[in-house]
């Protein structure tokens, strides 16, 4: 393929149509317009039909990957993503949150402390759980990652441990190795069930819940706790387990399955980075997301430009308009995304030659504005190139229910037949 191939992932950024508007329709994007000129388009189910994912499994999905068969959970990407690994067998790794929870009641009263912790603050209370000792030789490996977001691995020196353990999560239920977003929880910390009857599985779970009970007792009373309370902030007092895996992801690279000569990724969360890595792809780091997108954008321009010089294929995945969706706020999510047009978009245009670059644009998953979760909706793609005579007008959920030229069932379907489409247009 002669043109390079940037795919943009705009996290969440795609919604349901009320009344006809969406968060993408209803936003001023001279940039995806711009794209929009000479692009087709279509719609996806990242994973497959029903299914509301999260954005690693639909990452995964949407770089090629039958889920199925690579996908070992989120916890051993978090973990593969800030350069842990595992003793397969006698550890499991699981995704984790800091939490605030009433000990007396163990009512959770806020999933991810308000967020308002520090990374800082983060990293000071992980240290106080790193490294405890628990029964069956078992011990804990934990680190903090960004806000309150942090890996856990449980282990044991002597016992075999299994994943086959539900989530310490009550917003999340695992089915198979797949997390699904409960509607209208029972916001009670939940004792750890083995998924399997196995004396693995029943291991994990005791190991679990002895350091959740130990956890709550430590980061409880813990300093920096003591003066968050002073300040009238929300203790960081409990830790919540999800998406247990007991393997480490083999994936083939990424150039062998869609036949790129080189592959990059533009990486700014763990779980980003370990699908790169794993994906054999070159990571181009940015830092940690700020929340200010017009602080945070330029950085993520300048590696994308620079992986487009060195790489054939570019993966990007943008964060902003999951959040506001999360939070029910229609006018926040669209200004999400006119930010990543003015600050990411437009000024890509102005540095990359189209003749040489080809962009495929959608989102990991649609989290609707109105239900405030990720949802199994079907996410539209835009495909633009130089070589295609098409033009969509402008890039949303509204044109492409109208325009679409392919819908697929399956994500992992959408990459390797835009690179196909593309390869045709320029045999012409």
Known sequence: ???????????????????????????????????AGHAICGFHYP?????APESDLATISLLGYKPD?????????????????????????????????D????????????????????????????????????????????????????GSESERLSAEVQNIDPAYIRKGRVSIAVRN????????KPLVDTREARNTCMLVDEFIERAIEILDNHEINKRRAEKGLLKANVVLLRDAGDKMPRMPPLTSVLGFGSAAAIAEMPVEIGIARAAGMKIYAVSPPSGNLEKDLPDRLRETIKALRENDFVYVHLKGPDEPGHDGDFDRKTKAIELIDK??????????????????VTSDHATPWSLRSHSGDPVPWMLSSSLIRESLGRFNEITCSTKAV??????????PWARNYLQALERR
């Open 69 to 101: 068969e690579y996908y070992t959970g989120r916890g051993p990407l978090e973990a593969l993503g800030i350069g842990l690994s595992l003793r397969e067998g006698h550890e499991v790794a699981f995704r984790a949150n800091f939490a605030t929870i």
């Open 185 to 192: 929880p029972d916001m009670v910390l939940p004792r750890c």
């Open 343 to 360: 600050y990411f978009v437009q000024p890509l245009i102005n540095e990359i030659s189209l003749d040489e670059v080809a962009v495929l």
């Open 406 to 415: 392919q819908r697929f069932n399956h994500g992992w379907e959408l990459l």
């Open 1 to 35: 393929m002669r043109q390079k191939l940037l795919f943009l992932i705009l996290d969440g950024a795609a919604d349901k149509p009320v009344n006809n508007k969406t968060p993408l329709s209803e936003a001023d994007t001279p940039g995806l317009d711009e794209l």
């Open 103 to 154: 000990p007396k009641t163990r009512r959770i009263i806020d999933r991810r402390v308000g967020r308002s912790l520090s990374s800082d603050e983060a990293k000071e209370l992980a240290r106080s759980l790193d490294g405890m000792k628990l029964s069956l030789n078992g011990y804990v490996v934990m680190r903090a990652t960004i806000g309150h977001r942090a890996v856990v691995i449980i």
């Open 47 to 51: 994973v497959e039909p029903g299914v």
